[in-house]
């Protein structure tokens, strides 16, 4: 018996591993963020590391005190992190609208960068830990959007809980030119990556 854990609330990561067919639970992580990095990379690196580790050590935790209920597992955590990037500026989730503007208006014509950082916890049934964290980095494209284009795009809703203040997979589709790179990095979750660097390890997901 084996369990995969996803210490993420995002509804799109949640529908990336249900699309590449995983089983998994949600656990979300909801430690404070502490941020010690300025490399866009370093800093999804650190976060995704802080929030796979915060769950892995509550299940730990939980394990231990109650074995008399609790069935010796392996068990996978996943954490992730995603920030939005203009010349090494990181854009976060906008305060409001007018930071929601700003955002847009910086990447409007310009490319900037998505970086996803992942961190995957492995703990044995015996209570021997791993760890392994790598990033993944996607470069868009977007088209110049005019003031009222903004405006319009804001008043969706859509940007208000994502970084750089915009979703691919959503409305903005018809402003992004181009992506190089990984368009799922992008979403939220480079799966194919998580795949391969697991495979790397001599893990299969599919057989956990």
Same mark, same amino acid.
């Given at each position: 018996?084996?369990?995969?854990?996803?210490?993420?609330?995002?509804p799109r990561r949640k529908?990336?591993?249900?699309?590449?067919?995983?089983?998994?639970?949600?656990?979300?992580?909801?430690?404070?963020?502490?941020?010690?990095?300025?490399?866009?990379?370093?800093?999804?690196?650190?976060?995704?590391?802080?929030?796979?580790?915060?769950?892995?050590?509550?299940?730990?935790?939980?394990?231990?005190?109650?074995?008399?209920?609790?069935?010796?597992? /392996?068990?996978?955590?996943? =954490?992730?992190?995603?920030?939005? *990037?203009?010349?090494?500026? @990181?854009? %976060? +989730?906008?305060?409001?609208?007018?930071?929601?503007?700003?955002?847009?208006?910086?990447?409007?014509?310009?490319?900037?960068s998505v970086y996803t950082?992942?961190?995957?916890?492995?703990?044995?049934?015996?209570?021997?830990?791993?760890?392994?964290?790598?990033?993944?980095?996607?470069?868009?494209?977007?088209?110049?959007?005019?003031?009222?284009?903004?405006? /319009?795009?804001?008043?969706? =809703?859509?940007?208000?809980?994502? *970084?750089?203040?915009?979703? @691919?997979? %959503? +409305?903005?589709?018809?402003?992004?030119?181009?992506?190089?790179?990984?368009?799922?990095?992008?979403?939220?979750?480079?799966?194919?990556?998580?795949?391969?660097?697991?495979?790397?390890?001599?893990?299969?997901?599919?057989?956990w």
């Open positions: 018996m084996s369990r995969i854990i996803l210490a993420s609330a995002s529908e990336l591993l249900e699309q590449i067919g995983v089983e998994f639970e949600i656990c979300p992580a909801k430690g404070e963020e502490i941020i010690t990095k300025t490399i866009p990379s370093e800093v999804v690196e650190e976060l995704s590391s802080q929030k796979a580790m915060e769950i892995a050590e509550l299940i730990t935790q939980y394990d231990s005190e109650h074995r008399d209920i609790t069935t010796p597992t /392996d068990i996978m955590v996943i =954490g992730a992190d995603t920030v939005v *990037a203009y010349e090494n500026q @990181i854009l %976060g +989730k906008p305060k409001d609208e007018e930071d929601a503007r700003r955002m847009l208006s910086l990447l409007s014509g310009n490319t900037h950082g992942v961190t995957v916890v492995l703990i044995d049934k015996n209570g021997r830990a791993g760890k392994i964290t790598f990033h993944e980095k996607t470069d868009v494209v977007m088209y110049p959007m005019s003031d009222k284009q903004i405006r /319009d795009y804001i008043a969706t =809703g859509e940007s208000a809980d994502k *970084a750089g203040s915009y979703a @691919i997979q %959503g +409305k903005c589709a018809i402003h992004i030119r181009e992506i190089k790179g990984d368009y799922n990095n992008v979403v939220g979750l480079p799966v194919a990556r998580l795949y391969q660097e697991l495979i790397s390890l001599g893990i299969d997901i599919y057989l």
